[in-house]
């Protein structure tokens, strides 16, 4: 295709020009347009809430099932472990066993694409975004799977503190600056020399590497962080340094 001349597109602009008018540009709204076309994490987690109010309706189902994605981050290796005759020997006729297998295996799929390009899965839920869709549960829940296995007793204060950053939704958590520099440094290093390639068969242009913009908005989030005192959830407003991280996570959950 030829490149039009300056001349030749005045012409062809001429009559588009001359009848076009913005009176009113000083009224215009516009901020509904830095979010089209984006859903951040409070969205996905609202999706999630809709879905468990229909179809997961049990609080002990539903956090057991942050406690299963935050292990197990893939749905396939989920539906695989629920498929073991093993695992359904030791676990089948417990209470959360089939309600939440149903979930997962009805009501979720792998990565965002498939939700967004495949008409039929329109209502379901992307597993990988479970974890940061709801940081204060998925905390929560990582706590609370360290409490119930016993390898919180295992653990030194330092290394409690390190695995607790280690993870990607530690940066959405109401951290102060100092730490959130931390968990920077942990999610670069995930990013730049841990995860190579994408294993998302939708993903056509996998860019690889740390993304700055990308972090910058989930540490924005500041999630508070979640408690469970006598089966009720507790939240504490206040902003969580070292100290008061290892604190957090040493505290059992009741």
């Not at 000083?26 to 830095?34: G, I, Q, R, T, Y």
């Not at 676990?91 to 066993?97: E, I, V």
């Not at 993870?167 to 020399?193: G, H, L, P, T, Y």
Request: proline share 4%.
């Amino acid at each position: 295709m030829s490149q039009l001349s300056t001349a030749q597109l005045i012409a062809d602009t001429s009559a588009f020009l001359d009848g076009f008018s913005l009176e009113n540009v000083a009224s215009m709204e516009v901020s509904f347009l830095d979010g089209m076309g984006l859903k951040s994490s409070h969205d996905y987690r609202q999706k999630l809430l809709d879905l468990f109010s229909t179809h997961l309706k049990d609080s002990s189902n539903q956090f057991m099932l942050f406690m299963i994605v935050e292990q197990i981050k893939n749905k396939g290796r989920i539906m695989k472990w629920f498929e073991n005759p093993a695992n359904k020997a030791a676990h089948g006729t417990k209470p959360w066993w089939k309600p939440i297998k149903d979930f997962v295996a009805t009501h979720m799929v792998q990565y965002v694409q498939e939700v967004e390009r495949v008409p039929l899965n329109a209502a379901k839920f992307p597993l990988v975004n479970l974890p940061t869709c709801y940081p204060s549960m998925s905390a929560l829940a990582f706590k609370t799977r360290l409490h119930r296995n016993g390898k919180i007793k295992t653990m030194t204060p330092e290394v409690i503190f390190e695995t607790f950053i280690d993870n990607r939704w530690a940066a959405q958590m109401n951290i102060n600056a100092s730490i959130m520099d931390e968990v920077k440094a942990k999610d670069r290093e995930f990013w730049n020399k841990i995860v190579t390639k994408s294993k998302n068969p939708f993903s056509e242009a996998y860019e690889k590497g740390f993304n700055e913009d990308y972090f910058n908005t989930k540490a924005k989030d500041a999630y508070l962080f979640y408690d469970l005192v006598g089966g009720k959830i507790t939240q504490t407003q206040t902003v969580l340094d070292r100290t008061s991280i290892i604190e957090y996570m040493l505290n059992p959950p009741s």
